[in-house]
């Protein structure tokens, strides 16, 4: 009973943001539309996520192992995704969104990151798997996009503030009765991270991703617009999300049983199969309805890839720089990542549509496996072991 008592605010705080960054996620862009936004400006206001995410990440994940204490740092950003997500909603020109844009994801992008390093180190204290915690964060992402995508449907979208600043407000609260992460290591100094920037195999594994993660931000980015390009509704977006979270939970539920089986490599080797199979599928595809059909391959797809990497990068980071290292490759995963995908993304689907667009994301998923293949195959895929 302690132990779930412990992880109770933990839960709560991971289900409670993801419910919130679902309305952001599958929402905003047909919020944008509904601002007379055409699909370029679109791809520019979600590049400004990834864009601020990139300084954000590390920053914050710094500012975490310096202080040694992750609660009050996700206290401090929560309290700027509340006011920041008020001031942004309010805006109505393109330059006041952008600018208002960057100051909000400031603060929120690195929630999610420092969440889960969170539960990373609870999980290890506890000795229980990382997926076991993070299933929450699926299931609140999943629960609201279900519910919030037939509320906006009936009200509006230009309400989604709404929602989002409920969940938001439940973030808060869950984040004041949080346990912090214990660590006994001396504060990390700035020259410290010269462990990260020195650490190839790291460097190596980001650089290569990149193909995979960047068709999977196209998605998140695209989906809802492809989704009504092809005659859905906000409804059928919140359903194809639902759909594909339950899935992801599922599988970090799970993790505990199917995760130790192999070497983490292979399975991101074949959640970046699973990727390009999926994106050529979704290319094909002429009904939305056969989106909502296929979003089980979400949690075969992301939900492994993201337990895999997540694990993979513990594993290739020190331990005093824990918070910066999984800030860094959130960095890469949900930034830089981010912004090819936003800005390209929102290009092709003006000029070539979601069909093209698609097609584009199942060649740069296979090229990414293929790389991720041979850096398996040769020695610095073996160098998984340098947490000390």
């Known amino acids: 009973m302690a132990r779930s008592e412990s992880l109770l605010p933990l ?5 409670s943001f993801h419910a919130s960054n679902t309305v952001i996620l599958s929402f905003l862009p047909l919020y944008l539309q509904y601002k007379e936004l055409n699909q370029t400006q679109i791809g520019w206001v979600l590049a400004i996520g990834p864009l601020a995410s990139m300084f954000a990440q590390p920053f914050w994940g710094y500012m975490s192992d310096k202080f040694k204490t992750i609660k009050w740092v996700l ?3 929560v309290i700027g ?6 001031l942004f ?5 393109l330059i006041t969104i952008i600018l208002m844009g960057a100051v909000f994801y400031f603060f929120t992008t690195p929630i999610g990151a420092l969440g889960d390093s969170l539960a990373q ?3 290890d204290d506890l000795n229980i798997a990382f997926g076991s915690i993070r299933t929450w964060g699926s299931i609140g992402f999943a629960i609201s996009s279900l519910v919030v995508g037939e509320i906006l449907a009936q009200v509006g979208i230009q309400y989604m503030l709404f929602p989002y600043l409920f969940f938001g407000m439940m973030a808060m609260v869950a984040t004041i009765k949080l346990k912090d992460a214990k660590v006994e290591s001396e504060p990390v100094r700035l020259k410290d991270v010269e462990m990260i920037i020195k650490n190839k195999p790291f460097l190596i594994f980001l650089a290569l991703v990149v193909f995979i993660t960047t068709s999977h931000r196209m998605n998140d980015s695209y989906m809802g617009l492809y989704i009504t ?6 409804g059928l977006v919140g359903l194809a999300w639902f759909m594909g979270v339950i899935a992801e939970a599922a599988i970090f539920a799970f993790a505990r049983f199917w995760f130790k089986k192999f070497h983490t490599l292979v399975f991101i080797i074949a959640a970046g199969i699973l990727f390009s199979l999926r994106w050529f599928l979704y290319a094909a595809i002429d009904d939305p309805i056969y989106i ?7 949690g075969l797809t992301f939900g492994v890839f993201y337990t895999a990497a997540f694990e993979y990068v513990t594993r290739l980071i020190p331990k005093i720089l824990q918070a910066t290292g999984h800030l860094v490759f959130f960095a890469v995963f949900f930034g830089l990542s981010g912004i090819i995908g936003s800005l390209t993304g929102g290009v092709i689907m003006d000029n070539f549509g979601g069909e093209s667009l698609y097609l584009l994301m199942g060649s740069l998923a296979a090229i990414g496996t293929i790389l991720l293949t041979i850096y398996h195959i040769l020695p610095y895929g073996k160098q998984n072991k340098a947490r000390g």
């Open 229 to 234: 390009e092809l005659g859905g509704t906000e």
């Open 89 to 93: 909603f309010q805006m109505n020109t």
């Open 121 to 123: 180190r609870r999980a």
């Open 75 to 77: 206290f401090i950003c």
């Open 292 to 298: 909502i059909a296929l979003q089980f391959l979400h």
């Open 81 to 86: 995704l509340l006011v920041g997500s008020t």
């Open 11 to 15: 839960k709560t705080l991971l289900f």
